[in-house]
């Protein structure tokens, strides 16, 4: 420990005294409070890293892309996936973005992607109905958010194995991503990604069509090189699966905790944007973003210095009772409130935002209208749990065998 580190330590002693284990558990909510009531901004000193827990002081972070940056060396995503829009700044990143923008919007979304929405949905229920029972990551959550961001890249289902094992390797990549080993397997899954990609790309490029990618190679804000159009494509494969798996998963753990709000979104299926919102504020999938000074910035009366590794905690933005009144309390009467930053906020606020948004209304309605009674198996219980990534591991749940 040097002369400084000690010192932070010192004015921090909520963050001295924390350990990321503690953090991952299901009942963090608590340690999440007293951080923003003592020290929100904090030096956790475990990790090297400053956690920032009051939502007006997160806003401050999301929205100053001058002082608080993506493009350093040290950002895992930027050493996994190459320069593609979550690891750029500025200029940079709206160029980078740019070809994106239009086939995203909502209208754009909903007209493109609902049936096939629809159809996975279909398809991924139909197959275990009949058995009674389930554990809803494998059987559903999972191979939902492969099948549409395969499709979002204009991947057919047949590649579906494949789509699962690169994007494993680039998770595992981003975690791991001094590890050599896994830096290797990340280089080996891009090469895969761009052997699927490559060829409809050229295709599509030859013979275009109205799916998304044919929107985005038509853009007139054509990216440089294939280079950076493959790593936007493998920035949107990485977003587009575990956060949509655990928004289904922690929405649905949290309704079969609180079946009286599920009963009303039975009642009035007007309801699923709310509950999704609502879901999403309570347990984020994305817990945090990472961000890095450009020089000495001033935050919540604290100096940080430049160059520094800053994380502003989006799971306790969402607790925040300025913004959400009795935060921790699961309550879909909120309504479609997005001041929550389970996606993000500022330059780069999620991409896939009225994709996941629709894919959640759709699965979590249809799931419940499907299964009746559905309800948890107590015989294999489990909650949501992790820091950075949160979700239940599995959810065992059972219902009317009709
Ligand atoms: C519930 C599901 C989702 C959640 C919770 C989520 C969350 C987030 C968050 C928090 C960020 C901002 C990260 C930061 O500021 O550092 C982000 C960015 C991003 N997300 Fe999502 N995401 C979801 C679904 C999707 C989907 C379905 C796609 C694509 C089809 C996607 C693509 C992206 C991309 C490309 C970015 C980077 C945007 C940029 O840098 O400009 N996400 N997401």
Known sequence: MTAGTARREDQFPVGAALRLSELERFDNAQLLRRLRESEPVSWFAEQGVWL?????????????SRNYIVDTEQNPNGAVLGRMML???????????????????????????????????????????????AELAMAFANPFAVSIASDVLGLELASFDEVHAIYTEFANGVVNYRDPNARKATIRAREQLTGLVMPIIEQRRCHPDDSL?????????????????????????????????SMILNTAWALLHHREQLMAALADAS??????????????????????????VQLGGVTIPSGEYVVPVFAAANRDPGTF???????????????????????????????????????????????????LNPERPSEPVGFNFRRPPHLYVRWRHL
Not at 52 to 59: G, H, N, Q, S
Not at 216 to 243: K, M, Q, Y
Request: one cysteine or more; proline letters at 5%.
């Open 325 to 375: 009144p009795d935060p921790d309390r699961f309550d879909i009467s909120r309504g479609d409130d997005r001041r929550n930053l389970s996606f993000g906020k500022g330059i780069h606020m999620c991409l896939g935002v009225n994709l996941a948004r629709l894919q959640g209304s759709l699965a979590l309605k249809s799931l419940f209208e499907r299964l009746p009674n559905l309800e």
């Open 213 to 245: 990618l044919s929107s985005v190679l038509r853009s007139e804000h054509l990216l440089s090189t294939d280079e950076e159009l493959l790593a936007n494509l493998r920035v949107i494969l990485f977003g587009a699966i575990e956060t949509v798996e």
């Open 87 to 133: 690891a750029v700044d500025g200029a940079e990143h709206s160029r980078q973005r740019a070809p994106f923008a239009a086939p995203f919007k909502r209208g754009a979304v909903h007209a493109r992607l609902s049936s096939v929405v629809e159809a996975q949905i279909e398809r991924l229920l139909a197959h275990i109905e009949s058995s009674g029972e």
């Open 271 to 296: 309801l699923w944007p709310a509950v999704v919102q609502e879901g999403l504020r309570w347990i984020p999938p994305v817990g945090y973003s990472d961000r890095w000074t450009t020089q000495t």
């Open 52 to 64: 920032v827990t009051a939502k007006p002081l997160i806003d401050e972070v999301q929205n100053d």
